[in-house]
């Protein structure tokens, strides 16, 4: 089901939001059914617990969740999704009076409860229906919730119904959607147009390796985003182990979550220039897959010997780089599920990014925290540049050691940016468990907070 509001004049059931430390003051002034039913259940508002209310003759009159606290907040967000899922399916509204920014969270964490990824199997149930709360911008928080639910679908399809020919039609049809110039380079045709690294880790595979390009606007300053499209990743000749292959589907979580970002820009006509730039590949296995040892010539003209073919997503990138500095942007932007590292460092919550900018990492951290969307600055640690030199070429694509490699692989594609205002996102894309508002499977992470950050980052 779409990611909407319901209509404003549909019937709704009040949902209260109350403290625990407020609920005896609320009882005060509510019906005594109500009172009396609510301390027969032993119900406390507890964060996140619900208790649905009688109207007295065996009806529902509505219900109360209970509200977080400070420490609850900064323990889990969207906590008011919890309503979306429990409650009983039809129209509700939200009651009690929230500050804007509080009111936002609810809003657009009720829509993203009502996620559903329902292409194989039908969903048990739809969620609750929610009337946009007083003060929110309806339009605003639809479009992210679509952005987020395109990203979650494109991870949660599996690479059999996924590949790179899959995810250029996906990209086609949202540059379609939204009268934006689309095109892609395929197969050989890569060679001729200069992207050799792209062609190197997907000519292994049956379905050919691409660039997918969407520009869309005509004024204003250019947003250039890159994403990672490894639509399958086996590790290639250093071939992953069954239990680090289960979850390979989403190695294009950066191209889904720069995909989602590109709707949510366009959808809300912010005023700029937006390239999309997408290397889809599949790292596969077969007798023309590239090998450890090999050096290949990137499009910028330097060279990279392959230490790991497990190390792919950022070859791909560094053609998509060089080819995006050719134009340089106002502000360039790369995201990826790039390394096991960033996830060791910080978790599957948050989302590491590196910025040449410290204004511009001040600016995305506090955006982060505004639409809770949490993101921490990793450093671009010069030192640790001799680490990526191997001798034999300019660049080494997997360092050994195993020390500080989401360090290492955001300097290595530093190299195909430079000179640009460039920011850099090492993703997880995948939520491990249910929370509130992001079901287990694929997830978006930073494109809320970018959203929120652009208007500054740009002066627009």
């Known amino acids: 089901m779409p990611l909407t509001f319901a209509p404003q004049e549909a019937p709704a059931l009040p949902l209260h939001i109350v403290p625990k430390d407020g609920l005896a003051a609320w009882l005060l002034d509510q019906p005594a059914a109500v009172a009396d039913w609510i301390k027969a259940t032993a119900y406390d508002a507890a964060p996140g617990r619900i208790a649905l209310l009688p109207d007295g003759s065996g009806g529902l009159a509505g219900a109360v969740i209970g509200a977080d606290g400070d420490s609850a907040r900064r323990r889990q967000r969207f906590t008011l999704a919890r309503a979306a899922d429990a409650l009983p399916e039809g129209v509700w509204e939200i009651a009690t009076p929230l500050e804007p920014e509080a009111a936002e969270e609810a809003a657009l964490g009720w829509l993203l409860a009502g996620y559903r990824f329902d292409r194989y199997r039908k969903a048990a149930r739809a969620a609750a229906q929610l009337r946009a709360p007083a003060g929110v911008d309806a339009r605003r928080v639809e479009a992210i919730a679509a952005g987020e639910a395109l990203t979650r679908d494109l991870i949660n399809t599996p690479a059999s119904d996924m590949g790179p020919d899959e995810l250029e039609v996906a990209a086609k049809a949202l540059a379609e959607s939204h009268g934006a110039a689309f095109n892609a380079v395929i197969g050989d045709d890569l060679l001729d147009h200069g992207f050799p690294m792209i062609h190197a880790v997907g000519r292994a595979s049956p379905r050919a390796p691409r660039l997918v390009e969407i520009t869309w606007g005509d004024a204003g300053p250019l947003l250039t985003l890159v994403g990672k499209g490894v639509c399958f990743d086996t590790g290639g000749l250093d071939l992953k182990p069954a239990s680090s292959m289960g979850l390979m589907k989403k190695d294009m979580g950066g191209a889904a979550t720069v995909l989602g970002l590109a709707h949510m820009i366009m959808a809300l006509g912010l005023p700029l220039r937006l390239r999309v730039l997408i290397p889809a590949v599949e790292n596969a296995v077969s007798g023309d897959a590239f090998r450890p040892g090999d050096i290949l010539t990137s499009r910028k003209g330097l060279t990279v010997e392959v230490n790991n073919t497990d190390a792919e997503g950022r070859l791909v990138l560094a053609d998509a780089l060089a080819l995006a500095c050719e134009e340089m942007p106002d502000l360039l932007i790369s995201m ?47 030192p640790y540049e001799e680490m990526i030199e ?54 978006g992470q930073g494109a809320r907070a970018i959203l929120q950050a652009l208007p500054r980052m740009l002066e627009i």
Do not use: C
């Open 336 to 382: 990826a599920t790039l390394t096991g590292a960033a996830r060791v460092a910080v978790g599957p919550d948050l989302a590491p990014f590196y910025s040449v900018s410290d204004a511009d990492a001040e600016t995305l951290h506090s955006a982060g925290l505004t639409v809770r969307d949490p993101l921490w600055r990793m450093p671009f640690w010069d």
């Open 390 to 443: 191997p001798g034999i070429a300019d660049l080494d694509n997997a360092p050994s050691g195993g020390m500080a490699g989401s360090i290492t692989a955001a300097l290595f594609l530093r190299r195909f940016a430079e000179g640009a205002r460039y920011v850099h996102f090492d993703i997880y894309g995948h939520q491990p468990k249910p929370a509130p508002g992001r079901p287990k499977g694929g997830v």
